[in-house]
């Protein structure tokens, strides 16, 4: 699994467009399903550009099914969170989050169909605000779709940009069963912001009914090149089918 906030495709300082390097950079995780915040829809010249929405251009023939949530329109481009997926989609629903008055935010629930007979693989990507009070509100609405819409033996996996640089989601989210990969391994969650010098632990991948979940290193480069935010990502291995 892999979370990356891709600042709409620009580079670091918001000065040079690199979707084309970030989808190499993306390639080469291989990654089986990947969680993408602040990634433009089909609308505006740079959907022109790439021939598409943003998703659809990083996805193209590595990742057949794809699902995508419109969380804001401004000066005529949309962006939103967007999952990538080697495995078909069954369903997605794109919850909104928002709090009135500040940048939209929503939560991309997808049910991803994984082979045999195992159970279908729930994923939630999210990009959650930048005021702690509305953080908690928004955290409370994760709980409640967790609860109300993922199967208690379901295996689940939340990743995204939650912005909680006092680490108070953890609180919140383990009353649903989710434990974040890098915290159970390490003691703390990845530094994963500033791209160039991370300080900021703001980036997670949470998961719930999973056999086992790791903390996969990722390269300072080329990542530290092109977005904001470095990415996090971990090796998770599903149960076998009772």
Known sequence: MLTVNIHKGFDVFNTRFVLHELREAVRAVRSDVVFLQEVEGATGARAAASAGAQYEFLADAIWPDHAYGRNAVAEGLDHGN????????????NHDISVPGVEPRGLLH?????????????????????REAHRSHQLARLCETVQSDVPAAAPLVVAGDFNDWRSRADAQLEASGLREVFRQAHGQHARSFPARWPLLRLDRIYVRGVASALPVPMPRRPWAQLSDHAPVAAAIELREPA
Not at 84 to 93: A, C, E, G, N, T
Not at 110 to 130: N, S
């Open 110 to 130: 997808c049910e991803l169909a994984l082979p045999g007979d195992q159970p279908a693989l729930h994923v939630m990507c999210v990009h959650l605000g930048l």
């Open 82 to 93: 967007a999952v990538l997926s080697r495995y078909p989609v069954l369903r997605s629903f």
